[in-house]
Nanobody
Framework: QVQLVESGGGLVQSGGSLKLSCAASGAIYALDVMGWYRQAPGKQREFIASITTGGATNNADSVKGRVTISRDNAKGTVYLQMNSLKTEETATYYC?????????????WGQGTQVTVSS
């Protein structure tokens, strides 16, 4: 089993920056991909960025050039540095970790951390 705990959320002004952290515990050796999603009220959860154990990253088009995802495999921690934040990016941000097999993907989720971007 894997547990994920996010931190770093809060209130930031439009154009500002924030760095989120997610610490995994448990079977962290089995986590192939870690990443971040967000969900605003009344909207679907959307993908932001992910990073593999080998360091390959994938960012959503909406955040390219403004976010950096990084990972410390030894600590089982993933970070999300967000710059030039916009008010519409106010949402609950969720950490995700996944274990991949040939046939399946097993997802784990954190409880979420609130990010509020004010104008």
């Amino acid at each position: 089993q894997v547990q994920l705990v996010e931190s770093g959320g809060g209130l930031v002004q439009s154009g500002g920056s924030l760095k989120l952290s997610c610490a995994a515990s448990g079977a962290i050796y089995a986590l192939d991909v870690m990443g971040w999603y967000r969900q605003a009220p009344g909207k679907q959860r959307e993908f932001i960025a992910s990073i593999t154990t080998g360091g390959a990253t994938n960012n959503a088009d909406s955040v390219k050039g403004r976010v950096t995802i990084s990972r410390d495999n030894a600590k089982g921690t993933v970070y999300l540095q967000m710059n030039s934040l916009k008010t519409e990016e106010t949402a609950t941000y969720y950490c995700n970790a996944a274990r991949l097999t040939v046939r399946n993907r097993y997802d784990y989720w954190g409880q979420g951390t609130q990010v509020t971007v004010s104008s």
